[in-house]
């Protein structure tokens, strides 16, 4: 061992530091005493290593047998005949030994309610690095909103941003130290048991050993080793060697995941081990807003959530070879706005595609499926890994965040806040934490709490997260409505003054997932769905003019035989002769019964003012500008329309004037010569077609509404498409309440009293 450094081990660092004790010694006092610097006395006492000789030195100081503490030296090194070490030769035979460890600890992956463990390499996508950290930029609320969302509610998207997304493989090569930050569930692990496959399997950096250390786990080992020891001993034993001459890639997994009490010494562990072997590449995870960690030759960047084209990718390696075709489960998704938001995050996407394989389908009441959703990150992520989390407010159970999100969720929602500052957080957090069981009174005390219990709400469950400095957001807007929904339902457990609160926002668009998510999630949504019907109902209430048309729509709908329920005859002539959004009407009368294919030979009458309607549809549009009819097809055309009318067993006056418009619409093949002769006479033809509309079928009439007029009826008949929805979102509602709230659908208000006091 002659020339050679030697290192104490564990056991003999206790021996020493007891000699210490019982010489009445400081590290400071025995540099002194051998007349060397504290430096490497520092060293010896913390299992570094130091010259031999000051080694024995030291020990014969202390009165200890040098040979009794010394850690055992790492196998010798292979050599070439000029004496110098062949590391590659050494790196290929440590990656042959570890090569069976590395695919049984990373090669799968089971997550959630999976029944069985499933390949990496069969479900893994390309994770992409955000390099600047998210909660780090410095942007106001207005910009945020101009970063984030869009002019369409609907496709408000909280979790967009323009920010350069890098492939993560490609941020490895570029940073020899990396932090990789992330949400709960952003695919943080999997990654770096992906980096560990591909460097094992010769397609990353095929040059180095991968060394993969579960930080949890090093952190609650027995004896409490370096990490120098734990992975000699854990991982493969001699592997020192490849780590002193720089080839190894060192995978920490979960910095976040590590017990409070440890979490000094652990830090200590990674500083001086990668300052020790700073030629080696170095990987860590860690949650973002876990704590304020200090690694500063570690590059920090951010797990970018999933675009649309990773979730595809994700789909089509899950769905491979299963029942359920991938591209029916992203249709759905298309057709979902909500839910798709969810599945930007790995961990939910998950969930959403083990549900999906369940049914085939997404539930109806979705409000469960965000529930399981919840239930994943503020419960089952952590407890399936047995990861107890440092509770910062012993008080704040589960239940307790989940009512102060709500809480949060509906203040800011009523004001129309998807952002908001970081202090506004923290008051909303200390107003509700100061009426717990034995709470501080201490009005500094209850600010510094409810920074801690901010953070944690974040760093713990990723619900509410930071978009910049000091501005944070839900997660998701999907959460943000459930846990505003919830705050009607269950924090205030569906009070008169609640639900009153909840059905003043019908007419607003915004809170359209709130009403249904609320539906969906009472024990009985019969009381909730009476005063949403009678909101509506008092839209129209006081216009004579629109009370007439609705009693018009009534008498109409009564006037033909059909086989459909009696709202969703109403709600055709309503569309009808509104020109409201055809396709609108379509999903609002097949949600009552109403065949969605519209098969109109079962009843002569809506047969014919359904082709009529598209008769006077075009010709309205073509009246207006011929720049409309070019892109029509020619299948649509007004020729067609009146064919398939004058196919019907008509009155024969009726079908004889029919006949007669026909013929005097000029040949469709020469376009330029029909819109010449519709420039000359379009109008006039459609006048005539309306007035025989009118005395024939009783449609057509031009009721002449103001533009106040058009928008309550606008809001009355979104509001009803709401409350059908909401009566076929799978909600609890009696059959009493339910055949009431059909049979009075769209009805004047003077019939729906009479119809009151009959139920």
Known sequence: MTGRSLSCSPEGIQKAKKALIRYSLTQKTLAEALEVTRQPIGKFFTGKPVDRNLFVQICDRLDLEWEEIVAEPASEPEVNQDNSIDIDAIAQTVREKIKPLIQKDCGTMRVLDMTQPIGLNDIYTSVNILEKITGQQRLGIDELLQQYTSEDFDHLRLNRTTQKRVPGLEAVEKYSKLMILGKPGAGKTTFLKYLAIQCIGGEFQAERVPIFVTLKNFAETANKPGLLQYISEEVINPIQDVITYGRALVLLDGLDEVREEDSDRILK?????????????????????????????????????????????????????????????????????????????????????????????????????????????????????????????????????????????????????????????????????????????????????????????????????????????????????????????????????????????????????????????????????????????????????????????REKSLSVKFSYKPGAVRAFYLSLSHSLDFSRFLDFSSSLDFSSSLDFSLDLDLSLNYYLFLSLGLSLCLSLSLEVFRPLDYDLSLSLCFSLCLDLDLDPELKNLLQKLQEQLPSRQDRQEFQKWWLANGKAWCEELREVMIKYRNIGHDWQFSNEQKELLKQYYDANKLLVDCLNNDCYVSLKVRQQIEDTLLLPIAEIKQRQQQY
């Open 269 to 553: 562990e990674i500083r001086e081990f990668s300052d020790r072997f700073p030629n080696n590449h170095f990987v860590m995870t860690c949650r973002i807003a876990a704590k304020e960690y200090t690694f500063e030759k570690f590059t920090e960047v951010e797990v970018a959530d999933f675009d649309d084209e990773q979730i595809a990718n994700f789909t089509n390696n899950w769905f491979k070879d299963k029942a359920v075709k991938p591209e029916t489960f992203i249709k759905r998704l298309e057709d979902n706005n909500r839910i798709k938001q969810l599945a930007a995050s790995p961990l939910l996407l998950t969930l959403l595609c083990l549900a999906f394989e369940e049914s085939g389908d997404f539930p109806a009441n979705r409000s469960e499926l965000y529930k399981e959703g919840l239930d994943a990150l503020l419960k089952k992520w952590d407890a399936r890994r047995g990861i107890q989390r440092y509770q910062i407010y012993k008080k704040l159970s589960i239940q307790r965040k989940e009512d102060l999100l709500s809480k949060m969720a509906l203040t800011t929602f009523e004001r129309s806040e998807y952002f908001f500052k970081q202090k506004v957080a923290e008051q909303y957090i200390t107003e509700y934490i100061r009426n717990l069981p034995d709470a501080k009174t201490d009005e500094e005390a209850l600010q510094l709490d409810s920074e801690q219990v901010l953070r944690s709400i974040e760093h713990h469950h990723g619900l509410v997260v930071a978009r910049a400095k000091r501005i944070y957001s839900f997660s998701h807007l999907t959460f943000h409505e459930y846990f505003t929904a919830r705050e009607f339902v269950v924090v205030r457990q569906s009070s008169e003054e609640a639900l009153q609160n909840l059905v003043s926002h019908i007419t607003e668009k915004r809170w359209r997932e709130v009403f249904l998510l609320a539906v969906g999630m009472s024990p009985s949504a019969d009381r909730l769905l009476l005063l949403i019907k009678e909101k509506i109902d008092f839209i129209v209430a006081d216009d004579q003019r629109l009370q007439q048309f609705l009693l018009w729509v």
